[in-house]
């Protein structure tokens, strides 16, 4: 857990939990995610047909980007 924690302030590094099936991989996720609080947390499930680009494409589809926009000129503010 102490491992995963070390990485997610770390530019570029991404932590990936992975085992054999009832090891507790969801309930170390579901931790970790209650730990979390300034960073977005995003967990996919995984089959054994999944490929590295089938998983990634699984995660990407799941991030959304909020963009906001400042008005441009002179404001009341």
Known sequence: MARVLETIPS????PIVFG?????????????AS?????????V????SDTFGSLWTRILR????QRTTQPAGFTSK
């Open 11 to 14: 530019p570029g590094r991404h």
């Open 20 to 32: 054999q099936r009832g090891v507790g991989k969801t309930s170390l996720a579901n931790i970790l």
């Open 35 to 43: 730990r979390i609080t300034d960073s977005r947390v995003i967990k």
């Open 45 to 48: 499930n995984c089959d054994s």
């Open 62 to 65: 799941k991030i959304q980007i």
